[in-house]
């Protein structure tokens, strides 16, 4: 079993920035890619970034310039950097695991609330 745990999340200005951070643990045998997912109420869950084990990278056009997304190997510790946060950013990030491409190695972890408010 994996068990993915975010945290980081919070309230914040339009302007401000925050850092989630999401610890992967558990029978843990290999990763081929991580990434931040968010569902805004009455929205789908859409991607936010992901990066493999290549290092590759993917960002929704919607947070491209204003996110980083980063992972430390050695501690199975995910990222995600959001500067410039908007209100439409307001969102539950979900942080994922992939074990191989395609979904159905995946995990999830519990979701963290983001609300970006004045």
């Known amino acids: 079993q994996v068990q993915l745990v975010e945290s980081g999340g919070g309230l914040v200005q339009p302007g401000g920035s925050l850092r989630l951070s999401c610890a992967a643990s558990?029978?843990?045998?290999?990763?081929?890619?991580m990434g931040w997912y968010r569902q805004a109420p009455g929205k789908q869950r859409e991607l936010v970034a992901r990066?493999?084990?290549?290092?590759?990278?993917d960002y929704a056009d919607s947070v491209k310039g204003r996110f980083t997304i980063s992972r430390d190997n050695t501690k199975n510790t995910l990222y995600l950097q959001m500067n410039s946060l908007k209100l439409e950013d307001t969102a539950v990030y979900y942080c994922?695991?992939?074990?191989?491409?395609?979904?159905?190695?995946?995990?999830w972890g519990q979701g963290t609330q983001v609300t970006v408010s004045s």
């Open positions: 558990g029978s843990i045998v290999s990763i081929y890619g």
């Open positions: 994922n695991l992939e074990r191989f491409p395609g979904n159905l190695g995946d995990y």
């Open positions: 990066i493999t084990k290549y290092g590759a990278t």
